[in-house]
Structures are given as structure tokens and as C-alpha cells.
């Protein structure tokens, strides 16, 4: 076997779980397949006969790639156009099954991640989410791994003081798309608005391409009055439940193109969260499944 052939072996082997970390750093599939790029481009000229660890180096490279790439991203972000969300991923019921990882894609937390510096994002992601040793992080992001550590309590008490309350159960956000149907279906709020935490809130991602919320929209009866409006268009197009970052979602469609994909938070039976995605740029990657993996 060739030494090309030995890196494509390691490559292949690895590749969900590189897709997985840069996606996690990043929030962007796009991007993280750029990552992949960046990082075959590298490893292909590594000896790897000094490589002692395959998949840590190949985490390592990819770690550092997105890295970089998160600097620029978050230069772009300051840019864009009304509330930002991670690319919605249709993924398989195996990543559910694995509920650590079925948080740390959701919704939800990768919003609470993007509050963190690009570092304490990467140090975070790397120990929290793939059990990465202090010293392997330090060689993927050129620190020492004191320094690591310290990074690491910040960014556990950033995002303990920030994260949604509870794991999301899969169950209760089944029920709360059920009624979300049902509303649409047949015009009745009730059972819908009956399940809104006080403080819920609605974000809607547009990107200034196609007409979104331009903020926030929160409490209970700001988001009930314009679930109202958005019922009634839905109720014009089909509905699909789906798989979406490892929780159940809805996708949206007119005419048999994607409109939204919208993703629930559900904490203690009561709705905290709507994510609505239409920016169309981030709607491409939802004819297949993509294979999470820590």
C-alpha cells in the first residue's frame, strides 16, 4: 500500500468525525467541507510513520483549520443581515440515539457556542463534546496546556451560565411538533399557545435574501400572535417531520422546494425556543442525510 493510499485509508476512516468538529466550531456545512478540504491537502504530506495517534492528528489539523476559518466567519457574521442560525443538517436517528452529541449540534447550543471567542469555542468543542486531552488541545491550537485549562474553566462557566436548562427530550419535542401540525391543519391555536414558555422566543434567518424576522421576537404572546400570521401561510404549503440536528423538526415546502425548516427547544413541556431557517443559501444540504459521529 502506497503512502497516498495510507492517508486515504486514515482519511476516510475519520472523515465524520472531522465533519462533526468543524461543523461543531463552525455552524456551517459549507464550511466544514472546506475544512475537509484543508485538512486532506495537509495530511497527504505527512510521514506517516511518525504519526503515533491518526485520528488525533487528523483532529488536530482539522481543529486548527476551522480555527482559522471561525476568525473570518465571525468577521463575516458582524455583517450579516437580521438573526444568524447554524445550517439546519437532516440527520440520522443513530445521532439522536447519542444524547451528548444530540445536544451539542442542537440548535440551541451551537447559538449558546457562537457566545463564545474562537478559542474557548474550539477548547470547549475539543474537551467537552470529544473528550480531547488538555495536551492534544494545546497542539491543536498552539497553547500550552495550563493555559488550556484555563480556557477551558472559562468557557464551561460561559456556556454553564448560558445553555438551555435541561437536555432536550425527544419526546416532548415530538408532542410540541404535533401540535404545531394540528394547528395548521385544522386553524387552532389553542393546544399550540397553551405549550409557549412565558419567555420563548423566535428567531427566524433570512440572511437579507428572502423576507425573515429581523429580530427576536420574545414572550408568549408576542410569538403566539405571529405563529397566527405564519399558520395560515404554512397551511398553504406541506409540512414534513424530519430529523434535523438531531431533534425532530419540520420542513416547509411550497410547490415541492424547501420554504423553512423550523426546529423546536422544548424544556420541561413548555417551548422555549422556534429556529427557523429560510435563508436559501443554507437549505442545500437537506436532500441527504449527514453522518454525525464523535
Known amino acids: 500500500m502506497t503512502g497516498t493510499d495510507r492517508a486515504t485509508e486514515a482519511f476516510v476512516a475519520h472523515r465524520n468525525l472531522l465533519f462533526t468538529v468543524a461543523y461543531e466550531l463552525l455552524g456551517s456545512a459549507a464550511d466544514a467541507e472546506d475544512v475537509l478540504q484543508e485538512t486532506w491537502l495537509r495530511w497527504v504530506g505527512v510521514d506517516l510513520d511518525t504519526v503515533l495517534d491518526q485520528r488525533a492528528y487528523l483532529v488536530?489539523?482539522?481543529?486548527?483549520?476551522?480555527?482559522?476559518?471561525?476568525?473570518?466567519?465571525?468577521?463575516r457574521k458582524e455583517s450579516y443581515v437580521g438573526p444568524w442560525l447554524p445550517e439546519p443538517l437532516l440527520t440520522a436517528p443513530d445521532v439522536a440515539e447519542d444524547v451528548e452529541l444530540a445536544d451539542s449540534v442542537s440548535m440551541a447550543m451551537m447559538l449558546v457556542l457562537e457566545t463564545l471567542k474562537p478559542t474557548e469555542r474550539a477548547v470547549f468543542v475539543l474537551?467537552?463534546?470529544?473528550?480531547?486531552?488538555?495536551?492534544?488541545?494545546?497542539?491543536?491550537?498552539?497553547?500550552?496546556?495550563?493555559?488550556?485549562?484555563?480556557?477551558?474553566?472559562?468557557?464551561?462557566?460561559?456556556?454553564?451560565?448560558?445553555?438551555?436548562?435541561?437536555?432536550?427530550?425527544?419526546?416532548?419535542?415530538?408532542?410540541?411538533?404535533?401540535?404545531?401540525?394540528?394547528?395548521?391543519n385544522t386553524g387552532d391555536l389553542q393546544g399550540l399557545v397553551d405549550m409557549l414558555a412565558p419567555d420563548v422566543v423566535f428567531l427566524g434567518d433570512g440572511g437579507g435574501v428572502v423576507q425573515a424576522l429581523p429580530r427576536p421576537v420574545v414572550g408568549a404572546g408576542k410569538v403566539?400572535?405571529?405563529?397566527?400570521?405564519?399558520?395560515?401561510?404554512?397551511?398553504?404549503?406541506?409540512?414534513?417531520?424530519?430529523?434535523?440536528?438531531?431533534?425532530?423538526?419540520?420542513?416547509?415546502?411550497?410547490?415541492?422546494?424547501?420554504?423553512?425548516?423550523?426546529?423546536?427547544?422544548?424544556?420541561?413541556?413548555?417551548?422555549?425556543?422556534?429556529?427557523?431557517?429560510?435563508?436559501?443559501?443554507?437549505?442545500?444540504?437537506?436532500?441527504?442525510?449527514?453522518?454525525?459521529?464523535?
Not at 468557557?155 to 427530550?169: E, F, K, L
Request: aromatic letters at 4%; proline letters at 3%; hydrophobic letters at 45%.
Open 224 to 294: 403566539a400572535r405571529l405563529l397566527a400570521l405564519a399558520i395560515v401561510r404554512m397551511a398553504e404549503g406541506t409540512l414534513e417531520s424530519t430529523q434535523i440536528n438531531g431533534q425532530p423538526a419540520m420542513i416547509l415546502r411550497f410547490d415541492g422546494e424547501i420554504d423553512t425548516v423550523t426546529v423546536l427547544h422544548v424544556d420541561n413541556g413548555r417551548i422555549t425556543g422556534f429556529y427557523a431557517v429560510r435563508n436559501p443559501e443554507k437549505l442545500n444540504n437537506l436532500a441527504n442525510e449527514v453522518p454525525l459521529t464523535r
Open 60 to 75: 488536530r489539523i482539522a481543529s486548527r483549520q476551522a480555527l482559522q476559518r471561525l476568525r473570518t466567519l465571525g468577521r
Open 127 to 184: 474537551r467537552e463534546v470529544f473528550g480531547l486531552e488538555y495536551d492534544e488541545i494545546a497542539a491543536a491550537i498552539d497553547k500550552k496546556p495550563d493555559a488550556v485549562r484555563q480556557i477551558a474553566h472559562r468557557a464551561r462557566s460561559h456556556v454553564a451560565a448560558r445553555r438551555p436548562r435541561g437536555v432536550v427530550s425527544a419526546d416532548q419535542t415530538r408532542g410540541a411538533l404535533e401540535a404545531f401540525q394540528r394547528a395548521v
